[in-house]
C-alpha cells in the first residue's frame, strides 16, 4: 500500500529533531524541560467528560504493565493497590491499569504453568473480585477515576515459552512469525476461540463494572491481539468470520455494550500506522519475516475503523505509532523528543472535527496525546493549542506521583523528573521483575517503604563523599532525618557521571535529573543540619580527624584503558572527558570509538549528528547495547544507521600504528547484524536452540582515524572505601553506587535512598 508522507517524516524526524543541531529548547519535537512559563496550567486542570462521566482534570495516567504486581492467582495485591493509590493522592485525574488478559485457557502465552498468571486478572473466579474492588475504593478516595485495560492476547508477540512448557504453539490472527524467535510460527487462531475471547472481553467489562471501577479500555495497538485482528499486516485470513480486519474490534466493542450498558465508558487503545514500511527499507522488508508484514493499516483505513469503533460505542481513544518489531516508537526512549506523537492526535482530532463525529452520549469523543509529555508547560502548550483534549503520562508518574499536585502548586522544581532510561519501568519486567522507577526509589515499593521517612532515633554526624546521585540521594534523605550531613565533591558541580551522560542533546531528560540533583542540594543547605563542600577531596585522614559517626563512599568509578599494545602513543581520549571537554574534539572528523555500550553508542550519537562526524564502533561483543532497555538500544541503533555509522561488532582492537586501528574481526556470515531492530536479544537465561550458530572467520583490518574514543567503561574506585576501613575512620562506613559495582542511576538511586531512610 506504500508508505504514508506524514508518518515517514514523523519517523525521520524522531532521529534528528530540533535542538540537536539549532539548541531548539523546550518544545514539542525537541528537548523538553521542567520550567512553569505558562503556570497556573488552566487548561491542564480543568474537567473532561467522557459519556456521562466528569474527569477532574485532563491528566491520565498511562497503562503500564502491572507485571508480578498480584498474587500468582491474579488478584491484585497490596503492591499494586498502594503503586495506584500513590497516583491518585498525587491528583492524577484518570488512572489506568496495565493490560488484564481475558484469554487465559486461550492463548498459551499468558498463563504459567499450573493455570498461575504473572498478569493480574478479572476472569479467573470471584477469588480475584475483592482486590479489583478495593482498588477501585481507594482510588475514587482521592477523587480520580480508574479504568481497566483489558487486552485480547498476546498472540505472535506473546512469550514462546509455552511451546516448551506446555507444548502449544502461540497463536496469532494468521500464520505469523513469533516475535522473540521468529523461528517459531505463531498459529492462526480459529473462529471460535476468538469468538469465546469476545464473549470473555464482554464478562470482564462487566465484572469491572459491578466490582466500581470507571470504565473499560481495550489494549488494541503495538501489535498485541487486537492489533494482530485489526490489522491487515497482520491479519491475512482468507475465510470465515473475521476475513474482514474490523470485526474483531466492532464486535468486541459491541460485546460490551450489550454487558454494560450505554454510559459506562469505553476508552480503546490504537495506532495511526504501524509504520514499518516507513521505519525501514526494502533490503530489509524483503530479507526479513517483515516481508509478512507489509501492506498494513494506511491512516486512512486507521481513521475509518476509529469512525467505526465510535459508532459501535467507543468513547475516547489515545493514539500513537509503532509496533514490538519498530520497540522504540511507541515506548519513545531518551533519544526521541518531547510530545512526539502531538501531530498524531492532531490529525485524529481534525478528522472527528471536520465530519462532525460524536459518540453515543452526544459529546465529543476526547483525543488523549501521549508521548514524553511530562513536562508541564509542553502538556499545557498541546490542551491550548488543541493538540489533544488530554495528556497521558507514564513514566513520569513513576518517577513522580505527585506530578498533577506539584504542577498545580506550581512547584514544577520539586517533580522529580523521569530520565527516560526505561530501565526499571520496562526493562525490570521483561528480565522477569516488577514494575521500577530508576529515579524513584519507592516506585512500586509504596507498599513496603513509608511515603516520609521516619525520623532518625540517634542522631549521627555523617559524611558522604561523593556528589553523584547516589551520594546526593544518601545525604538529602539522611539530612531530611535529622542527622548532621556533609556531603564532599571533588569537582565543582553536583551529578558525578551524569555530568557527561548529559552533555548530548538526546540525554535532555538525564540534565533535567542533574538540575534536580542540584535542586535537592540546595533546598538541603537551608537547614542547618546539611553541609555542601564543592571541590573538596576527601581522604582518610581527614574524615577520620571529624569524628563522623558514619562514612558513607559514593565516589563512583575510574576510566577503564583496554590492554592494548601502543595505546600510550595513540591519540586517545576517554569518552567521559570528550563529553566534558568537547573543544578537545579539534578539528577531528573520523573517530572510532572503542566499546559498543549505552556510552559508546551515545558518543557515537553525539558526534554524528551534532558534531558532523564520521564515526566507527568497535563492540567485542556479538550486539551493541547488550543489557539496555530494548526501545533506548534499537532507536540509537536505527539513528545511527540512518546517519551512515559503522558498527563494527565480534571486533576486536589489536593495535595502533601511524594513525590508524588494527582491529581483527569475525567476518563469519552468522555475526549477528548490528542494525538489526526489528528483533529482540532474549535475556541472558534464555536459550534459543533455534539460533544459527555463529562460527569464527577473523579478518584483519586498518581503519583510518583523526581521534579514538574509549568507552570501555569503568572500574569500581572502591580505594576510598577500603583504606577508611583499614583506618577505622568512623564507626560506620558503607560503600554505595559505582563504588561498589559499575551499573546504572537505578541501582545507585535504590541503594543509597535504602541506605539513607535507615542509617
Known sequence: MGKDVLVQRLVDSYNNWPGQETGTENCAGGTGRMTQERYPYDNLFSPIRINRMTVKNRIVMA???????????????????????????????????????????????????????????????????????????????????????????LGRVGNPQCLLTQYKFPQSASLNPNFYISAIPSLPFTDGQLKKIIKNTGQASADAHAMGLDGVYLHGHEGYLIEQMTNPAFNRRKLGHFVDWQRFGLDMVEEIRKRVGPHYPIMYRIDLSLPLEECYDESVLNSTYLKKFKNGRTVAMTLEYMDALVKAGVDIFDVDLGCYDNWWLPHPPSSMPAGCFLEVSRVVKEHFAEKGILSNAGV?????????????????KALQDGDCDMVMLGRPLLADPEWANKAYAGQVRDIRPCIGCQEGCLNEFVEAGHPQCAVNPRSSFESQIPEIPAPAAQKKKIAVIGGGPGGVITAVTAAQRGHTVDLYEKSAKIGGRIIAGSVAKIKFDVDNYRLYLEHLVEEAQAGDNFHYYPETKANPENISQKGYDAVVVAVGTKNAVPPVPGIETANTIQAVDLFTNPGKLGDAKNIVIVGGGVVGCEMAQWLAYEHDCSVTVIEMLPHFMNGVCTANRTHLLYALKAKGASMLNMTRVSGFENGKVKIRRNVHKNVPNPFNTWAPILPENIHNPLAPKVGEEWRDELLDADLVVLAAGGKSDDSLYFETLKQRSAPEIYNIGDSFAPGRILEAVRAAYRLGITI
Not at 489506568?96 to 478479572?122: C, M, N, Q, W
Not at 465529543?364 to 499545557?380: C, Q, R
Request: charged share 20%; hydrophobic share 40%.
Open 364 to 380: 465529543p469523543v476526547p483525543i488523549v496525546g501521549v508521548g514524553k509529555l511530562g513536562y508541564p508547560d509542553i502538556a499545557e
Open 63 to 153: 497503562p503500564m504493565g502491572n507485571i508480578d504486581m498480584c498474587e500468582e492467582t491474579g488478584r491484585p495485591n497490596d503492591m499494586m493497590l498502594q503503586y495506584f493509590f500513590a497516583r491518585a493522592k498525587g491528583g492524577t485525574g484518570l488512572l489506568t491499569t496495565g493490560l488484564i488478559p481475558v484469554s487465559h485457557g486461550i492463548d498459551a502465552t499468558v498463563t504459567e504453568l499450573g493455570k498461575l498468571s504473572y498478569f493480574p486478572r478479572i476472569d479467573r473466579s470471584r477469588t480475584v473480585y475483592s482486590g479489583w474492588r478495593d482498588l477501585a475504593q481507594g482510588v475514587h478516595a482521592f477523587g480520580s477515576k480508574i479504568f481497566i485495560q483489558l487486552t485480547a492476547g
